[in-house]
């Protein structure tokens, strides 16, 4: 879709609403060339805009007021080295930062990031949530009761994260 494409189908969605929010997301949206010049077109026309993104690609690249939610990889994902340091300065108080743990490894991980890079003092929420168990068996999920008890112990200002979705319709069920 051209940007003209997908601007009338958000006013289309977001009808005669006052909540004026459009959030780009999905696999990873920074690899979409026309991404930027997108989210400069909605704040233009007056929506709030939100970008959920790996932190593989700089999100300096964005404006400013775009709110950043940047997942940084973990150890057991595989994908531990595609996460750019230098977003690390991009941040702010709006932004949120997001760790996906599997395991304790993932655990002290993310802790020892956060802390390293001042994250509970840079943006606004740091989020921890559990990886799902992989419902044919392909990997092991973590507990959240478990990731629930590691963070009170250690007393960090994180903000639980849980993938709703997967608890209302079968994990494997896509398109939810």
């Not at 003209?4 to 999905?26: F, I, K, P, Q």
């Not at 930027?36 to 939100?50: E, K």
């Not at 930062?97 to 929420?125: H, M, T």
């Amino acid at each position: 879709m051209t940007i003209d494409e997908v601007m009338a189908r958000v006013g289309e969605l977001a009808g005669n609403s006052t909540n004026m929010l459009v959030e780009l997301t999905g696999g990873e949206p920074l690899l979409q060339p026309d991404c930027v010049a997108l989210s400069v077109r909605l704040l233009t026309d007056g929506y709030r805009v939100m970008i959920e993104t790996s932190g593989e690609r700089l999100i300096s690249v964005l404006p400013r007021e775009v709110v950043k939610i940047v997942d940084v990889k973990c150890p057991d994902s595989g994908e531990g080295d595609t996460f750019r340091l230098e977003n690390v300065e991009a941040l702010e108080k709006k932004d949120e930062v997001k760790f996906v743990i599997s395991s304790r490894k993932d655990y002290e991980f993310a802790r020892r990031f956060a802390s390293e890079y001042a994250l509970f003092e840079r943006v606004g929420e740091v989020l921890f949530s559990p990886v799902f168990a992989d419902p044919l068996g392909g990997w092991q999920g973590l507990e959240a009761r478990q990731l629930s008890e590691w963070i009170l112990a250690d007393q960090l200002p994180v903000r639980l994260g849980m993938q709703i979705h997967k608890f209302i319709w079968h994990p494997a069920t896509q398109g939810v």
